[in-house]
């Protein structure tokens, strides 16, 4: 079976750390670069993360620059989320896509024009509640 699984979202104090995994079974990852999303509540799915396949490029938004860290173990199938010195402005649940392209990653879900920009495989999401 083709899916993608997150886990390591729970609930952590302001200024506490998280590691998410996005973990494939049933495709090689290490073909496609991976993509984190975030959406909190009553919001929009906002790109977050996301490192290429062939070299490892990596991008941040500028709401993580800094305090989050992508990384992938093409060996273990796994692509991983370091989230430090986390806000409560993080709370949502994450989400991790892949996309088979050659060249780089990319966290945009539409074009300026309305075009939605598609990703082979989603996952099905974890929560992530930061909060005192």
């Known amino acids: 079976q083709v899916q993608l699984v997150e886990s390591g979202g729970g609930l952590v104090q302001p200024g506490g750390s998280l590691r998410l995994s996005c973990a494939a079974s049933?495709?090689?990852?290490?073909?496609?670069?991976i993509s984190w999303f975030r959406q909190a509540p009553g919001k929009e799915r906002e790109g977050v993360s996301c490192i290429s396949s062939s070299d490892g490029n990596t991008y941040y938004a500028d709401s993580v620059l800094g305090r989050f860290t992508i990384s992938r173990d093409n060996a273990k199938n796994t692509v991983y989320l370091q989230m430090n010195s986390l806000k409560p402005e993080d709370t949502a649940v994450y989400f991790c896509a892949a996309q088979e392209v050659l060249w780089g990653c990319t966290v945009v879900l539409s074009t300026p024009n309305g075009a939605t920009i598609t990703y082979d495989y989603w996952g099905q999401g974890t929560q992530v509640t930061v909060s005192s």
């Open positions: 049933g495709f090689t990852l290490g073909y496609y670069a």
